[in-house]
């Protein structure tokens, strides 16, 4: 198989390079590659929808007629995978020829420069220094060859960030093996959060660093993941409706579970494609479940005959309103645990199988009253000055 086409995070290792040119803003996408295959038409799909000319050449010496004096030439290995933004931050700070250390360059499969560096598979040229491709055999490789160019014309080195605390990718994939091996690590990483976590959102991590590799091979990713919470919502709804409020609590903290995954494999397609409006974003759903969970505690509370029936909406309305604001004035930890709806759906559904459900839901909203009178200090404030 190419290296190009091997998948990474469920994108082939050409489209996160595709990715990461567009992002520099390049006009004309050039493919070296023995023939056109069905990988290469959707590369050249993806470039020309935004906006990019996109040519397939059989050789890096048909560079010399699509590369002008004019222009600057941005180059990028075979096989190279890379975090995108570290490489768009060196590739977008001027003409360079990315190098590292000569062990770790050596270590991940990079070609040696000189004695202390290695080549880390990028480069930003002049457009002129491609003409000396002309003169070079047709199987040279194009990398190779235009990294020694540049240097004896005097393009300066350029460093890529160490990579020793396993924050930044920066290797060269040449096989599936390597691909299967680098994607745990990869969604790892792309998952990791410094801040503490809600309970929802552990399971959320642990399921995605489970399944996440299937679901992205598959094409499906955030946005099956995030159909199937919507979907939980009305379900949960339509089983209030039948009086089964217990059964629709639950199922809410299930549908917040699979929001949280679907938000963590959004980060992790995002990487190196443009991310889906909506994907990543918690406000849309989470008004959404808290509509839903008011609806199923009025529906499941049981409340005085000789009063209306809206009132038993209220306290539940009230509670999650306030547990709207809470977080506002709490600490990273405790604010993770409070914007938790899962855990806010299994503790109503548990006071509602208890027979306790109407008293939870009053003394609940009491307590988080009290909690925001009361926790506001110096920073901390509900409202900016």
Excluded at 338 to 357: H, M, P, Q, T, V
Aim: aromatic share 6%; with cysteine; net charge neutral.
């Amino acid at each position: 198989m190419p290296r190009a086409a091997l998948r990474v995070g469920g994108l082939s290792i050409g489209r996160q390079q595709l990715g990461l040119v567009l992002a520099l803003e390049c006009e004309r996408v050039v493919c070296i590659a023995a023939g056109v295959t069905p990988a290469i038409i959707d590369l050249q799909h993806a470039a020309e929808a935004a906006g990019a000319q996109f040519h397939v050449v059989s050789s890096a010496r048909a560079l010399v007629g699509l590369v002008t004096a004019g222009d600057e030439l941005i180059a990028l290995g075979d096989g190279l995978f890379t975090s995108a933004q570290p490489a768009i931050d060196l590739l977008s700070q001027g003409q360079a020829v990315l190098v590292q250390p000569i062990e770790q360059g050596l270590a991940a499969g990079f070609e040696r420069i000189d004695i202390n560096h290695a080549s880390a598979g990028g480069l930003r040229i002049p457009g002129r220094l491609v003409e000396p491709l002309g003169e070079l055999p047709p199987d040279c490789d194009a990398l190779s060859a235009l990294q020694r160019i540049a240097l004896q014309a005097g393009v300066r080195q350029r460093a890529i960030p160490p990579l020793a605390d396993g924050k930044l990718f920066w290797t060269m994939v040449r096989s599936e093996d390597e691909a299967h091996a680098l994607e745990p690590l990869w969604i790892r990483q792309r998952t990791s959060e410094d801040g503490p976590l809600g309970p929802a959102r552990m399971l959320g991590r642990v399921a995605v660093r489970g399944f996440g590799p299937a679901l992205l091979h598959s094409g499906s990713g955030g946005r099956v993941v995030a159909a199937a919470a919507a979907i939980s919502a009305l379900i949960a709804l339509v089983a209030g409706w039948f009086g089964l409020a217990v059964l629709g609590l639950a199922i809410c903290a299930l549908g917040w579970v699979l929001r949280e995954a679907a938000a963590l494999l959004a980060r992790v397609e995002a990487e190196h494609a443009p991310i889906r409006r909506g994907v990543d974003s918690h406000a849309a759903y989470g008004w959404l479940l808290d509509g839903v969970m008011v609806l199923l505690m009025g529906w499941g509370m049981q409340t005085h005959a000789a009063l209306p029936f809206w009132d038993r909406y209220f306290p539940p309305l009230m509670l999650v309103g306030l547990l709207r604001i809470l977080p506002r004035a709490l600490g990273e930890r405790w604010r993770a645990w409070s914007e938790d709806r899962a855990l806010l759906a299994i503790a109503l559904a548990a006071a509602l199988l208890s027979g306790f459900g109407s008293l939870a839901v009053h003394a609940g909203a009491v307590l988080v009253l009290f909690a925001c009178i009361v926790i506001p200090r110096g920073e901390k404030r509900l409202t900016r000055p």
